[in-house]
């Protein structure tokens, strides 16, 4: 068989070969088979050095002939199966959009974040700082910077969480409240001071429903010219009337800290029964509710900070985000904060 009878017959057989192909990896198949350098059209390209010149032309258009046929076809075929496997991958990938989407649920403040986010932006807004400091800090500003005395039982290993304990001039603790940063911003700044000090806290006590070993506090510090009792008590009145409400009283009864001379325990009208009720759920009826420790701040820590206590004076404060949580959202136990039970959650979300 010449040539030219084999293209003749390559051409003939390549449309049912080509219309065979159901998809586009077929047709790769078919398109080797047709045009490849083992078929027909391959062999005869390959061969058409070894004709004789006078076949050699008649051969080679009909080589194009073959080529341009097959090719038409294949193009043609090509074409088809393109938008048919364009439909199919619509059909397989389509997203009907009236359906309901997936959400993912936003979380929410934990409550003690939200106590110490609403006190601070309260304090902030009367014109405090908010200041931070280390919580692994050195018993200088734990304790000596604060006036309180060597033998005094917070001092003991078995109430404070020491990282280095024995030599008192570099003892290293975990701190057992903010009040060092007080120390320590004294100790930078120039006085007037005014700084709200949120942060977390150690101690070695057993969880219990008021106790844990991790827990926050919220300090405050103010020193200025003539800043006396009365500004304390102020101070703390208008905080309770923004976090309680504007029907909320305070009172003070008298205490003691090392660190402030006189000292307090604030107490706050119950915001709940308003004067006491018996059965209140909130302050059992007694009317007030024990929130903080407050004082003037001792000479003794205005001089070791470097302030002259005879042209300064100021007042501090410190209250537990964990024990306002408490009675803000009338909880019975501390343990509820870290058992991270989504159902006592999802009541505050």
């Known amino acids: 068989m010449d040539a030219v009878q084999s293209l003749d017959e390559a051409i003939e057989s390549a449309s049912t070969a080509v219309e065979s192909a159901d998809d586009l990896e077929q047709l790769a198949a078919v398109e080797t088979s047709l045009l490849g350098p083992d078929s027909v059209v391959g062999v005869v390209r390959k061969s058409m050095g070894r004709l004789d010149p006078q076949e050699r032309p008649k051969v080679g258009a009909k080589l194009n002939e073959a080529s341009v046929a097959i090719g ?53 807004g009367l014109g405090y700082q ?39 001039g570099d003892e290293v603790l975990l701190r057992t409240q903010t009040s060092p940063v007080q120390a320590r911003w004294m100790e930078s700044h120039d006085p007037p ?12 006590d057993t969880i219990d429903a008021t106790h844990l070993p991790v827990f926050h506090q919220i300090e405050g510090l103010a020193v200025d010219s003539n800043l006396q009792f009365s ?49 209140c759920r909130v302050c ?26 005879y042209e300064v004076s100021g007042f501090a404060f410190g209250m537990g985000p964990e024990r306002l949580a408490m009675v803000r959202y009338g909880i019975d136990s501390m343990k509820h904060f870290i058992e991270n039970d989504v159902r006592f959650l999802r009541q505050f979300g």
């Not at 979380?107 to 609403?118: A, E, P, S, T, Y």
């Not at 001071?193 to 070695?204: A, D, E, L, M, S």
């Not at 059992?284 to 206590?309: I, R």
């Open 284 to 309: 059992g009826g007694a009317g007030w509710l024990e929130l903080l420790g407050c004082g003037m701040v001792d000479p003794f820590v205005l001089e070791t900070a470097g302030y002259d206590p």
């Open 130 to 168: 908010v200041a931070s400091g280390p919580e692994a800090e050195l018993a200088f500003y734990n304790f000596d910077a604060l006036n309180t005395p060597p033998d005094h039982p917070s001092r003991w290993d078995s109430d404070t969480m020491y990282l280095d304990f024995g030599d008192p």
């Open 72 to 124: 038409g076809l294949l193009d043609s075929r090509r074409s088809v199966l393109e938008v048919e496997e364009e439909s199919r991958r619509l059909a397989d990938e389509k997203i009907d959009v009236t359906l309901e989407s997936i959400t993912i649920p936003s979380g929410v403040k934990h409550l003690v974040q939200k106590v110490i986010d609403d006190t601070v932006d309260i304090f902030v």
């Open 193 to 204: 001071v005014y700084i709200v000090v949120p942060g977390r806290t150690y101690r070695k």
């Open 231 to 279: 500004d304390l008590k102020g101070t703390l009145l208008h905080w309770a009337r923004e976090f309680f409400g504007p029907q909320s009283e305070v009172r003070l009864r008298p205490h003691f800290f090392p660190f402030t001379e006189p000292s307090a325990e604030l107490d706050v009208s119950c915001f709940s029964c308003d004067g006491g009720q018996p059965g």
